[in-house]
């Protein structure tokens, strides 16, 4: 199901691309797994990597959890370079927290985990310029 990966891995970086002042490659091919895991490996020159590992129960691929290991990561780089780590910034309460992903009736979304608002599904975040 590496379609499902591949599109995940697309949606996340369409939203790094769009909003995060860091953005990583993506690596499909050279990910550190057993043969019975499947992701994808982030790597942000001079930063490192993260190999991001998608669990699989039946034939659902946690997206969740694996967005949100990214996020994580992200949010780490942001820190340690001294910018605010709050990725995705919220809209509504800017340098206060980061969106959080959630799974709302089967569509992954970012919400402010203040007010559980859905602010876009993961892959859509508008451009910050
Ligand atoms: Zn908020």
């Known amino acids: 199901m590496l379609n499902e990966v591949k599109e995940l891995g697309t949606r996340l970086m369409r939203d790094l691309i769009n909003t995060s002042p860091i953005v990583?490659?993506?690596?499909?091919?050279?990910?550190?797994?057993?043969?019975?895991e499947e992701g994808f490996t982030l790597r942000a020159e001079h930063e490192g990597e993260?190999?991001?590992?998608?669990?699989?129960?039946?034939?659902?691929i946690d997206a969740e959890m694996a967005i949100s290991q990214a996020q994580?990561?992200?949010v780490e780089l942001l820190w340690h370079r001294?910018?605010?780590?709050?990725w995705p910034e919220c809209g509504?309460?800017?340098?206060?927290?980061?969106?959080?992903?959630?799974?709302v009736a089967?569509?992954?979304v970012w919400v402010c985990p203040k007010t559980s608002d859905v602010i876009a599904p993961v892959g859509s975040l508008p451009a910050q310029h």
């Open 24 to 36: 990583p490659e993506i690596d499909y091919d050279q990910a550190p797994f057993r043969d019975d």
């Open 50 to 60: 993260r190999a991001i590992v998608l669990n699989r129960t039946g034939s659902r």
């Open 92 to 103: 509504s309460h800017p340098r206060t927290h980061p969106l959080s992903v959630a799974d």
């Open 106 to 108: 089967g569509t992954l």
């Open 82 to 86: 001294g910018r605010p780590p709050t």
């Open 72 to 74: 994580d990561w992200i």
